[in-house]
């Protein structure tokens, strides 16, 4: 095999055009056309990774196997082809600089004035041929950021040179732009896309397809325009519309205009068949479950925000798909507990999860939602804060622990059963410094983890300072706490479960970031179909026989 092609994607016009999903779908389909292909996002703000920004700013932090807290396009990229992202999927501004700026430290350039022009640029290309390999035939790279904002004009130079270095049929541009529907007028609007690639232009990129997000479709006269003024070939012209019923539906979409056959085209690749049976399969049960729709609530304090529980909503829907079963999710803000009461917010959910999370606000809230559910016999999944929280209450309403807590949130609690490990005490950076990425655990024999997994260890993924307190340990699965799952090397309790529930499970790791559409993760998909089992069981009952899903 030839040199490792690349494909970049930049955005125009507006940011939230999608161009992570996009991405992802045009991975997919290579990868269905049997090409193996690795993908990559460059950001362009000073941060060196997102680890240290609150959902507001970012949304989610998505964690890889190997421990870097990155970009939430990265969970796309992953639940779309199933290939592991790692630290090289993604590097921001601040991480170029901060390595640019240690080597200047240590005099590696040896005297030279250090610039952007060559050497910011000189370090985005090396991020980028970083994932270059003999097993890779094709790196997608998606830069971060609108075209025409300051911050992202070093990323642009750099892939125009990189185009320059790698010769043109072993690298292609491609532009997702916004083409806006203008009421009034009753007509798409082409301008927007040609300003905005004008803009490319200038510096230095012409790209050779443009993807077009709009929300109706592209007339003839409107690729013919695209095509003339954007300097783009009309096949070229892609229309990505808003998809009825899901993400997943975006590379079929794609696929049925061609798009990855060009795409092949233009790098000199063989246009092997697509197989996308087992997507469209997939898709199928997705959008119309044959087994009805259970209602889960999720409570979160970030619960308005679209993005902040991204992965843990996809697990969520990857578990319906499994159990061919509609999930429609219940956003429920845990201060709203505090207020109203746990009956009145999760009454006739047919599960409780509750999710990760930093800071004490709302934390009371979640702990009322473990007490609802446990007392309902509704099934319950908490992850890592959501353990947390279980452990505590646990410890409060059924060992007798009276004020059990995290020390996160309650420094002299009189019980800690959740507290910092000695190895976290003195850490006071706050960036990459948690316990982040895979870690193997145990799971014990007769516990529901082992019978999800079916499999006697497995990894999981980590991103949290605070650990269950093992002097506590005891005295709780005394109480009927079953410890089902531990990082044997240093005897870290993993997963908890209720033995005298339907279903209990609280996890100090995150499957959500294990979990695919093709592939549920066991947890989820076990805790789906508890809920269907409540769902099914509960006196007027909230399924819906047969429903479409919708
Ligand atoms: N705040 C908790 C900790 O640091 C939980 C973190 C999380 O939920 N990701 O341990």
Not at 431 to 451: D, H, I, N, Q, V
Not at 463 to 478: A, K, V
Not at 509 to 538: K, N, Q, V
Request: proline share 4%.
């Amino acid at each position: 095999m030839a040199a490792t092609k690349h494909i970049f994607v930049t955005g125009g016009v507006v940011s939230s055009l999608g161009k992570g999903l996009t991405s992802a779908s045009i991975a997919l389909l290579l990868l269905r056309r049997g090409y193996r292909v690795r993908l990559q996002k460059l950001d362009p703000y000073l941060n060196v990774d997102p680890g240290t920004m609150s959902p507001y700013q970012h949304g989610e932090v998505y964690v890889t196997r190997d421990g870097a807290e990155t970009d939430l396009d990265l969970g796309h990229y992953e639940r779309f082809t199933g290939i592991p992202c790692t630290r090289a999927s993604n590097y921001t501004t601040g991480r170029i600089y901060s390595d640019v700026i240690a080597r200047e430290r240590r005099g590696d350039y040896l005297g030279k004035t250090v610039q952007v022009i060559p050497h910011i640029t000189d370090e985005i290309k090396t991020a980028v041929r970083a994932l270059d390999a003999k097993d890779v035939d094709v790196v997608i790279t998606e830069i971060g950021g609108t075209v025409g904002d300051i911050e992202s004009l070093p990323f642009l130079e750099a892939i125009r040179q990189f185009r320059q270095d790698a010769g043109r049929g072993n690298v292609l541009f491609i532009h997702i732009t916004l083409v806006p529907y203008i009421k009034a007028a009753r007509e798409l609007k082409t301008k927007p896309s040609q300003q905005s690639v004008g803009i490319l232009r200038t510096i230095g990129i012409i790209p050779d397809m443009l993807v077009c997000r709009c929300e109706c479709p592209l007339e003839r006269e409107h690729r013919d325009k695209l095509a003339l003024f954007c300097n783009v070939e009309r096949d070229l012209v892609i229309e990505e519309r808003d998809v009825a019923h899901s993400i997943y539906e975006v590379p079929v979409a794609l696929a049925a205009q061609d798009l990855d056959v060009y795409v092949l085209e233009k790098l000199n690749l063989h246009v092997n068949p697509l197989d996308l049976g087992d997507w469209n399969a997939m898709l199928q049960r997705l959008i119309a479950p044959q087994a009805g729709t259970v209602e889960i609530a999720v409570v979160g304090k970030y619960i308005g925000l679209q993005d902040a529980y991204k992965s843990i909503y996809e697990a969520l829907a990857h578990g319906g798909i499994a159990n061919d079963t509609g999930v429609s999710i219940r956003r429920v803000e845990s201060e709203d507990i505090e207020r109203d009461g746990a009956e009145s917010r999760l009454g006739g959910a047919a599960g409780v999860l509750v999710p990760g999370g930093f800071g004490d606000r709302g934390i009371e809230g979640k702990i009322a939602a473990v007490q609802w559910a446990r007392e309902q016999g509704v099934p319950f999944f908490g992850i890592c804060l959501g353990m947390q929280c279980a452990v505590a209450e646990f410890a409060r309403h059924v060992a007798g622990l009276a004020g059990a807590n995290s020390r996160e949130f309650v420094p002299d609690t009189p019980h800690p059963v959740i507290d910092l490990m000695a190895d976290q005490k003195d850490v006071i950076d706050k960036g990459g410094t948690m316990r982040l990425g895979a870690y193997p655990c145990k799971l014990a024999e007769g516990s529901r983890a082992r019978a999800a997994y079916g499999a006697a260890q497995v990894q999981e993924r980590h991103r949290h300072r605070y650990e269950f307190n093992n002097r506590y340990r005891q005295r709780l699965e005394q109480a009927g706490l079953r410890v089902a799952g531990v990082y044997a090397e240093r005897d870290l309790v993993e997963i908890v479960e209720a033995a005298d529930h339907p279903w209990f499970v609280g996890c100090q790791f995150h499957p959500e970031f294990e979990s695919t559409p093709l592939r549920a993760h066991p947890l989820f998909r076990d805790f789906i179909a508890a809920a269907r089992r409540r769902a099914g069981a509960a006196p007027g009952a909230r399924e819906q026989e047969g429903g479409t899903g919708a």
